[in-house]
């Protein structure tokens, strides 16, 4: 390990341990739920970034694996349940649901548009069903309203954000992960390479779905009440798009830096603008995938290119050094440069 990685390391395990004592800090409840918001957002951005940044499979009905993981796990809480059985299922049932849509939709190798419009009209159809069978407001055990605390709440949401995030990186560093960027670039020359795009797609959804669901049964767990139907609404699919785009696509800490920015405006704006910021959000999405498709990653990297005087980065492809695919085939082959997203 060199000193740089070293010193990356221990400011990253500091960062950590200093996050993980925040609630013994005194602070107040209002900053609590201002960084659970951004654990919940990161872990939201996070789960999509695995099927729309690194696999290229833009999906706008990510509420469908949020709703799940809440439904289920908020049922399994309520009727007494551990919390680990209702966060184990929350992440296990939307892996199921997206089998249901990925398992024909790649076998009929759905892509573009017609993948995006599909997964869209799946989660609509979940938040008009889920609200015309489940109308009412479901609330925490009387027990636990009465008892309620957020720093066990904080503590559970900020593991679970980092599990996300440590999934999202070990994955996407492996071959598996390269496989995933190869058939985002090309699905048709990977497939020549050997790689395998339907079992990389489904495995992309199915991690997607996981984290997406185990994000939902971390909001079920930390709001007293709400409609069942609500985190099933549209928001839900839209806001880890923005958030993703806004701090990079395809990236690792995109997301997590979208995050913390979305949740930081969207806060102020709320208080200043009202309804209105949801006009701004637009635009600002807009203006992003218009002239930074990078978002905030890539105008770190020019401006630190411009004191650094360093060439535009690339990143090289080179599956001779990577292993085998799922299906087992060898993935060497000529290498491949494709633009630093």
Not at 289 to 301: C, Q
Request: charged share 10%.
């Amino acid at each position: 390990m060199t000193a740089k990685k070293g010193i990356s390391l221990a400011l990253l395990v500091a960062g950590v341990a200093a996050l993980w004592l925040v609630p013994s800090m005194g602070v107040s409840d209002s900053l609590l739920n201002l960084l659970i918001l951004m654990f919940i957002y990161t872990m939201l951005a996070s789960s999509w970034n695995i099927l729309g940044g690194y696999t290229g499979q833009v999906n706008l009905g990510h509420a469908a694996f949020f709703g799940l993981g809440t439904l289920v796990a908020r049922i399994l809480y309520t009727g007494g349940r551990p919390l680990f059985l209702a966060l184990l299922a929350a992440c296990v049932v939307p892996v199921a649901f997206s089998m249901l849509i990925g398992i024909p939709a790649f076998r009929l190798r759905l892509r573009g548009d017609y993948f995006t419009i599909g997964t869209l009209a799946l989660s609509q159809i979940l938040y008009i069903t889920i609200g015309n069978v489940l109308p009412k407001i479901t609330y925490l055990p009387i027990a636990d309203i009465q008892n309620y605390q957020l720093g066990p709440r904080y503590h559970i949401i900020l593991a679970s954000a980092l599990f996300t995030i440590g999934v999202a990186y070990a994955l996407v560093k492996s071959r598996l992960g390269l496989g995933m960027v190869a058939v985002r670039e090309n699905e048709d020359a990977a497939e020549s390479l050997g790689i395998n795009a339907f079992a990389h797609k489904l495995l992309a959804l199915a991690v997607s779905a996981f984290l997406g669901g185990l994000t939902g049964g971390a909001y079920a767990y930390y709001q007293t009440s709400y409609y069942f139907n609500y985190t099933f609404s549209p928001p839900w699919s839209l806001e880890p798009v923005t958030m993703t785009f806004i701090g990079g696509v395809g990236t690792i800490h995109g997301p997590v830096i979208g995050a913390v920015f979305f949740v930081l405006l969207k806060e102020w704006l709320v208080m200043k603008v009202g309804e209105y910021h949801l006009i701004i959000f637009g635009v600002l999405f807009l203006l992003v995938v218009l002239f930074l498709p990078g978002g905030l990653v890539e105008a770190w990297e020019r401006i630190r290119r411009v004191f650094t005087h360093r060439p535009a980065g690339k990143i090289v492809l080179s599956p001779s050094a990577e292993g085998s695919d799922l299906s087992g085939n060898s993935l060497a082959s000529e290498r491949k440069e494709v633009p630093m997203i």
